[in-house]
């Protein structure tokens, strides 16, 4: 018996204000990871994240994905160097706000999500 899916935060950045914030994800079918709540995260918990939990499949920003809470982009994108963003959907050319790296929007971005991230268990929630 597999149990309960159980969901972990994958710290992302803002890319206009390129402060962190958590992206809460849940394990949802065939590999796919949903992307649903998030929560300004300090600088101090990308430590305590680091030895967490990998998770790899696709990422999917569904309906239930909160925003930035920082700026309130509606997607998200993953850079070649792993790190999540916010997008707001309009901006083709994107510096990551985590490595600098100059990216086009299309070209691997987004998907494949392959990081470490925490458990979070006080924030675990049950299947609909
Ligand atoms: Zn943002
Ligand atoms: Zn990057």
Redo the contacts with the bound molecule.
């Keep these: 018996m597999k149990g309960l899916p159980e969901g972990v935060t994958v710290p992302a950045r803002c890319i206009k204000t390129r402060r962190l914030f958590g992206v809460y994800f849940e394990e949802g079918e065939a590999g796919m990871w949903l992307a649903g709540a998030t929560t300004p995260m300090d600088p101090s918990a990308l430590d305590a994240v680091g030895d967490g939990v990998e998770i790899r499949g696709d990422i999917v920003v569904g309906v239930d994905y909160a925003g930035c809470p920082h700026c309130k982009g509606k997607f998200l994108l993953k ?3 792993g ?1 999540l963003m916010c997008w707001d959907g309009e901006e083709r050319i994107l510096f ?1 706000p ?4 100059k990216g086009g929007v299309g070209e691997g971005l987004v998907g494949n999500l392959s990081g470490t991230a925490g458990r979070v268990r006080s924030e675990r929630r049950v299947p609909r």
Aim: with cysteine.
């Design positions: 850079c070649g160097c790190r990551c985590w490595c600098g790296r």
